[in-house]
């Protein structure tokens, strides 16, 4: 009997088979060696150089990796402390972010337990900055600026929990919705009209810009809305964006009441005596001015050429009206400029707020 023609495929199939081991062994490298050059990796290594780790010979051979909180009771996965490497180290409190250490809010709200994104929002499953931080056109899970961040504190909470000052925001808001008599026309669990939408879930159904942009114009938003233009100020439009953003949905509110903090301490924590030296280098990124302007869906108020909204001023040739100075102010402090004006503070990083004084130079 000849068993060449069975010898032949036998070796055929094992060539194949080494083969395609050794492409998915290529592969599993240069994936490798891409993640390396990642921005939760760069970051990793400057937090090293920062706290002088890199010369450990353990953590120098262990590598960088991602890291992630495991959190089934809250129904998330986070991998925030990737980037933000020194959120419970003390000596990390002079540092810029995202290498700072957190406040004194985390001894009552310990990572492992809590997380970051169920109070800061963000997408936390995210491995960039830009979607982490919700900075991709059309994400919902987008982070919250500081003044809305107390519309979290508020789901575990309430009202009563914390120091009024810690939920005033929201307060103000709930204070508003009333004045304003918004359930004439929308419903609330259940109570109020059927004019315009349910709103009991709409912070799970819009991000906070959303929201913000449609308190001011609605029509601009929403063509043929048939909402009224309440005129409101800033600050009136985002204690109400404070509120409704506590209007969750089942699968994204903070269900497990084993997670309440116990211990409500808010104040800072002290800068220790002897802070560490920053490594050389700048810890800014580079970002794409036009990519980072999409992404922050401020083409939900403003017009550039044919495209964006009509709540705010058209931008087609903002770079011939205005100075890159002014641009600068006017992004870190809105208020600087436009005192009465509406548009919220996006608490933009320097890196963030060149990219964009850049991009809207170039519009002429």
Same mark, same amino acid.
């Given at each position: ?211 913000? !942009?449609?308190? +001011?114009?609605?029509?601009? $938003?929403? =063509? @043929? %809305?048939?909402? *009224? /233009?309440?005129?409101? &100020?800033?600050? #009136? ?86 100075? !890159?100075?002014? +641009?600068?102010?006017?992004? $870190?402090? =809105? @208020? %600087?400029?436009? *005192? /009465?004006?509406?548009? &919220?503070?996006? #608490? ?17």
């Amino acid at each position: 009997m000849d068993d060449g023609p069975l010898i032949r495929r036998q070796v055929f199939w094992q060539s194949l088979a080494i083969g395609l081991g050794l492409a998915l062994s290529a592969v599993l490298v240069v994936l490798s060696g891409v993640e390396q050059k990642s921005e939760w990796a760069w970051y990793q290594r400057v937090y090293a150089e920062w706290t002088g780790t890199e010369a450990d010979p353990a953590r120098r051979f262990a590598g960088l990796e991602l890291t992630q909180l495991n959190l089934p009771d809250l129904q998330r996965v986070d991998r925030c402390t990737s980037c933000h490497a020194g959120v419970t180290n003390p000596d990390m409190a002079s540092a810029p972010l995202p290498l700072t250490q957190h406040s004194a809010l985390l001894d009552s709200h310990p990572p492992e337990t809590f997380g970051c994104s169920v109070c800061h929002a963000g997408e936390g499953r995210a491995v960039t900055v830009a979607e982490g931080h919700g900075e991709t056109p059309g994400q919902h899970g987008r982070l919250l600026p500081a003044r809305l961040v107390a519309s979290r504190c508020f789901l575990c909470h309430g009202l009563e929990g914390l120091p009024s000052a810690d939920t005033a925001v929201v307060a103000e808001g709930m204070k508003l919705f009333n004045t304003y008599k918004c359930l004439r026309c929308h419903q609330i669990d259940g109570a109020g009209g059927s004019i315009g939408p349910d709103l009991s879930a709409v912070a799970s159904q819009r991000n906070w810009i959303e929201i913000y !942009a449609h308190l +001011l114009k609605p029509d601009a $938003l929403v =063509p @043929g %809305s048939t909402m *009224p /233009d309440f005129g409101l &100020p800033r600050l #009136e439009a985002a204690a109400l964006t404070a509120f409704l953003l506590t209007r969750l949905d089942s699968r994204e509110g903070v269900r497990a009441a084993g997670h309440l903090a116990l211990d409500e301490r808010v104040s800072q924590t002290p800068s220790p005596t002897a802070p560490p030296a920053a490594p050389p280098g700048s810890l800014l990124r580079d970002y794409d001015g036009r990519r980072l302007f999409e992404g922050l869906e401020c083409l939900v108020c403003h017009r550039v050429g044919l495209r964006g909204g009509g709540v705010g001023p058209v931008l087609t040739h903002i770079g011939l009206a205005r100075s !890159a100075d002014w +641009l600068r102010d006017l992004l $870190l402090e =809105p @208020g %600087s400029k436009f *005192p /009465d004006g509406q548009m &919220p503070d996006y #608490e933009l990083s320097p890196g963030q707020v060149d990219a964009l004084v850049g991009y809207l130079g170039s519009l002429r």
